[in-house]
């Protein structure tokens, strides 16, 4: 089991940025494929971004391609997502999740542990 924690959630502006960071613990994070995943209120959670265990092969969801950027410290047990030109539509709890396998995944069924999560408010 891989224990989950993210950080940097807070509340900006239309066009601003954050930088949301997930710490891990446990099994060995360098294992695991990472995601980073969205819930609004009254909304399915959504894939946002997938990073493989090297950090060698992402993935985006359309609507944040461009704009958010998927990375990880395998020496500091991090993952990072940073959100630019951020829109109120991006309005969300933030969870990272990890897998038990190395690859990347745009499923939520495929992330064995996941984060508490972290609130992102963009006023427009």
């Known amino acids: 089991q891989v224990q989950l924690a993210e950080s940097g959630g807070g509340l900006v502006q239309a066009g601003g940025s954050l930088r949301l960071s997930c710490a891990a613990s446990?099994?060995?994070?360098?294992?695991?494929?990472m995601g980073w995943f969205r819930q609004a209120p009254g909304k399915e959670r959504e894939f946002v971004a997938t990073?493989?265990?090297?950090?060698?092969?992402?993935a985006y969801a359309d609507s944040v391609k461009g704009r958010f950027t998927i990375s990880r410290d395998n020496a500091k047990n991090t993952v990072y997502l940073q959100m630019s030109s951020l829109k109120p539509e991006d309005t969300a709890v933030y969870y990272c999740?990890?897998?038990?396998?190395?690859?990347?995944?745009?499923?939520?069924?495929?992330?064995?542990?996941w984060g508490q999560g972290t609130q992102v408010s963009v006023s427009s």
């Open positions: 999740a990890a897998r038990y396998y190395g690859g990347i995944s745009y499923s939520t069924g495929q992330y064995a542990d």
């Open positions: 990073i493989s265990w090297s950090g060698s092969i992402t």
């Open positions: 446990g099994r060995r994070f360098s294992d695991s494929g």
